[in-house]
């Protein structure tokens, strides 16, 4: 059924490929310390590190959809990675953009359109909507792969540092996108084996569950569990507890910039 792709469905956007650009140049910029302000480096590796992630997280969804049975994708534009095609744009990549630059976490986009009409079976509607939040799991296992590789020796300070901090937003965004919460991909993966009855009441809901997740948050006892469940899972990916820390503190250079050397224990 992919056989309605053409060429053009499938090519990697311009777009993608300057955002990777700044990803791989500020990342080399961190590393070598080339930048004038390090903070300035770090704030644009993770930016552009983030934005990736998001990319590659609707893409999932859309592939995934794709080989479920949805072939009206590829006509969509969401297998070219470009972010301008987004159904909502705003909340997939303005918003989660702002959450980091002000708080720190990882908020979940989303907005690629998929028919489910087209989609048959229930596994399959549920693994379309894993399928994102997979992405971003995989994405922090491969931010901390230094870590639990116990392979830092040479890896700069200030790099491991963005690092543990960008691993720390994946976790929060597969940690909340897996929330059972309609209007989350968590809801999708369990929509399909609820009565009709039960998604019918849901459903008026799901525009408001992501603020309805944020205003939990604000809880503090909310707050605290929730963050002290992130820093279980990165301490399990062996990433020091101090190293996210430092690395949204050389991310916010406007607030000013540690002081080296620094250490962790």
């Not at 969401?78 to 908020?107: E, Q």
Request: glycine share 10%.
């Amino acid at each position: 059924m992919t056989t309605a792709l053409t060429r053009r469905d499938r090519r990697i956007s311009p777009v993608f490929l300057g955002i990777a650009a700044v990803m791989a140049v500020s990342g080399w910029a961190v590393w070598t310390e080339f930048s004038a302000s390090t903070g300035f480096a770090v704030f644009l590796f993770v930016t552009s590190a983030w934005i990736v992630s998001l990319c590659l997280h609707e893409y999932a969804h859309a592939r995934t959809a794709l080989h479920s049975g949805d072939i009206s994708i590829g006509a969509k534009g969401y297998l070219t990675l470009n972010p301008l095609k987004y159904t909502h744009a705003l909340l997939s990549i303005v918003l989660p953009v702002l959450f980091v630059i002000m708080g720190g976490i990882g908020l979940p986009g989303g907005a690629v359109f998929i028919e489910r009409s087209r989609i048959r079976g229930r596994w399959k509607h549920s693994l379309v909507s894993a399928a994102g939040p997979l992405t971003n799991v995989l994405f922090a296992v491969v931010c901390t792969a230094p870590f639990w590789l116990d392979a830092l020796d040479g890896v700069p300070d200030v790099f491991r540092y963005a690092l543990g901090f960008l691993a720390l937003l994946q976790v929060t965004a597969a940690i909340l996108n897996f929330l059972p919460v309609p209007g989350l991909d968590g809801y999708g993966v369990i929509e399909p084996w609820l009565s009709y009855g039960i998604r019918r009441q849901v459903e008026p809901l799901a525009p408001f569950g992501l603020l309805l997740v944020f205003g939990v948050l604000w809880i503090p006892g909310v707050n605290q569990v929730f963050f002290d469940a992130v820093d279980a899972i990165l301490r399990g990916l062996g990433v020091p507890a101090l190293d996210p820390a430092l690395g949204q503190r050389f991310y916010r250079f406007w607030q000013g910039e540690p002081q080296l050397p620094l250490t962790t224990g």
